[in-house]
């Protein structure tokens, strides 16, 4: 489990410019706060790398999260924020 200080950084992470993006990270995060770990933060913070367009390519399912991410990490994340 993250600490409170990690989680609020992660939320101010989470805030896109694009709104289709905030709406599911933010709903993610209300989803999943108790079951984030320091791997699955890692994780999600090498997608919030990634520019809003291609974030949302990837959440919307117009890239495929196989094709485009080589690490199973990735796709196991992408997998968990679709499904919210």
Known sequence: MI???EFRRLQWRCRRGL???DLVLQKFLANHR???DSHSLATLN???ALD???LW???SG???AVEACSQVRHQDMLGRLRAC
């Open 19 to 21: 709104l289709e993006n």
């Open 57 to 59: 390519d990837l959440l």
């Open 34 to 36: 108790d079951t984030l």
């Open 3 to 5: 600490s409170d200080v």
């Open 62 to 64: 117009r890239l495929d």
């Open 52 to 54: 809003d367009n291609d």
């Open 46 to 48: 090498d997608l919030l």
